[in-house]
């Protein structure tokens, strides 16, 4: 929570432009429910942008500003964030775009928010500090625990609000209200989810992968057929089992977001990165390494089935798969994928090998000799490579 220090600050530094300035959104509500968040969300009526670039000279950070969507950040040097934003209204020429943003008062401001408990505005102006703004009245549904919209278009404008609904309902055990479920169902029936890129649905998905209920918001939205309605797709008969495995295994975020990627039908135009891309592949095809993996016994067998598997696709299988393939996964991540020769190529080439792709043999050769324990020191090792060049040589 910003302490109350760092919010006279910023009211007084923005004052000095003759704007008023307020704590907003989220924050607001985190204060009002006694729970702590990291965010310092700000607005301002008027030159954000200037009131962002003196609090950054003045704090030592750096600032950057979107222009389009007039919101700014400052990141201090200790890597916290200051999030100040211009005050305005939002349009939706069409549903599930991005909206067209104009300039406008905190009241107005207000009106284009997501939900009655995100729209509340803590006034940080001197003179006016601590006067909490709250038309909507969101104070009243956090104390009846209710995610309440605040106009009937609200999900058809902007679908990524039913993720944001199921999140936070979810999050503080709160209900959806009714007339807002109802709203919510019907936007899903209407398909204005499909409407939605992507990307949006994956940075909401990322997001509900990083909450600690994750699993309750994941199974709420297939529930809700949310999921299958972005994405065109149904679970597969594993899909809620594996999430069920992983989700409550403390698994790392990212972890539990590339499952997500490799069970929805990613094409090239996902936004996901090289690595995300590639351990999805893997997953999807490690049905031919299962196979194998079961009948191996030999370390050096193992590792060269599990070496070219990405790391986050092994560490997600070794939570799906059965005990026996799981075994063998989590010895690999352990122990055999960090063992690792003491001969460098500089001993090759000191042992007379040319450089060239042979290298790489030898070196292999030598790796999977250490793995298998048919070499224990490094001399053992230095005597191998030197029966290895020699052969090689005269190959
Ligand atoms: P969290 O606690 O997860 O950070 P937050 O409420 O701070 O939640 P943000 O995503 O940081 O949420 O957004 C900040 C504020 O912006 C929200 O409190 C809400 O008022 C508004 N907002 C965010 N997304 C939307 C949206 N899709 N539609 C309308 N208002 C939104």
Not at 113 to 131: C, H, K, Q, V, Y
Not at 362 to 387: G, H, P, T
Request: charged fraction near 25%; proline fraction near 6%; aromatic fraction near 6%.
């Amino acid at each position: 929570m910003p302490g109350q220090e760092l919010l006279c600050f910023l009211g007084r530094l923005a004052g000095k432009y003759r704007t008023r300035a307020f704590l907003v959104g989220g924050p607001v509500r985190d204060i009002l429910l006694g729970r702590s968040g990291p965010d310092t969300d700000i607005a301002v009526e008027s030159d954000a942008q200037k009131v962002g670039r003196e609090i950054a000279a003045r704090v030592h950070g750096r600032f950057v500003f979107h222009s389009r969507f007039l919101t700014g950040t400052v990141t201090l040097p200790d890597s916290t964030h200051i999030d100040i934003t211009q005050t305005r209204t939002e349009t939706y020429s069409r549903p599930a775009t991005l909206p067209r943003v104009k300039p406008a008062s905190i009241e107005n401001d207000l009106i284009r928010r997501d939900f009655t408990i995100n729209a509340l505005a803590l006034e940080i102006s001197p003179g006016n500090f601590g006067n909490l703004l709250d038309p909507h009245s969101g104070q009243q549904d956090l104390a009846r625990r209710l995610v309440r919209i605040l106009h009937p278009n609200s999900f058809i404008d902007d679908p990524t609000r039913i993720f944001r609904a199921i999140r936070f309902a979810i999050r503080f055990g709160f209900e959806i209200e009714l007339e807002t479920l109802r709203l919510m169902r019907n936007s899903i029936k209407q398909g204005c989810p499909a409407l939605l890129t992507p990307e949006r649905v994956l940075y909401e998905l990322r997001l509900i992968c990083s909450e600690p209920l994750r699993l309750q918001m994941l199974e709420a939205t297939v529930k809700e057929k949310l999921l299958q309605t972005c994405f065109g797709w149904q679970p597969s008969r594993d899909f809620l089992s594996g999430l069920q495995g992983l989700a409550s295994k403390s698994t790392r975020p990212d972890l539990l977001y590339v499952f997500l990627l490799s069970e929805l039908p990613v094409t090239d135009r996902f936004p996901v990165t090289k690595s995300e891309r590639e351990s999805v592949q893997a997953i999807r095809n490690f049905s031919a390494i299962r196979a194998r993996l079961i009948r191996v016994k030999r370390p050096s067998t193992i590792y060269r089935l599990l070496h070219p598997v990405p790391e986050p696709a092994l560490r997600i299988l070794a939570l799906l798969e059965s005990r026996e393939v799981a075994s063998v996964i989590t010895l690999y991540l352990e122990q055999l994928s960090s063992v690792t020769t003491t001969v460098t190529g500089r001993e090759l080439r000191k042992l007379g090998l040319v450089p060239g792709p042979k290298y790489r043999t030898v070196l292999n050769r030598l790796l999977y000799a250490r793995l298998d324990c048919r070499v224990k020191s490094s001399e053992q090792e230095l005597d191998l490579a030197r029966n290895l060049v020699r052969k090689m040589r005269k190959q």
